[in-house]
């Protein structure tokens, strides 16, 4: 099993920064580790994912957010930067099972955080 925790949400300015950690225990990480976002009435949306050293980011982050990882901590990392009002949302970190092939639907996923809220105000 893998345990992963979130943290770093909080409420900032537009135009502002945050930086989102997901620290995974349990077992060694996957190699494919993705971040998501469910506002209120929303889906869930991908938002962005890391497999090896190869990132992936849905077009509404891309050239805003960076995801990067550090294997030494077992953390994944989302810097968000530039930050907007429709970025408000809960944000959740999620892993595949080792082995499994990249995805960026939420059902692919099979380890979950608890989500860490992300409060961007106008």
């Known amino acids: 099993q893998v345990q992963l925790v979130e943290s770093g949400g909080g409420l900032v300015q537009a135009g502002g920064s945050l930086r989102l950690s997901c620290a995974a225990s349990?077992?060694?990480?996957?190699?494919?580790v993705g971040w998501f976002r469910q506002a209120p009435g929303k889906e869930r949306e991908f938002v962005a994912a890391i497999v090896l050293w190869i990132t992936y980011y849905t077009d509404s982050v891309k050239g805003r957010f960076t995801i990067s990882r550090d294997n030494a901590k077992n953390t994944v990392y989302l810097q968000m930067d530039s930050l907007k009002p429709e970025d408000t949302a809960l944000y959740y970190c999620?892993?595949?099972?080792?082995?499994?092939?990249?995805?960026?639907?939420?059902?692919?996923?099979?380890?979950w955080g608890q989500g860490t809220q992300v409060t961007v105000s106008s």
């Open positions: 999620a892993a595949q099972s080792p082995g499994s092939s990249y995805s960026y639907t939420a059902d692919k996923y099979d380890y």
């Open positions: 349990g077992r060694t990480f996957s190699s494919n």
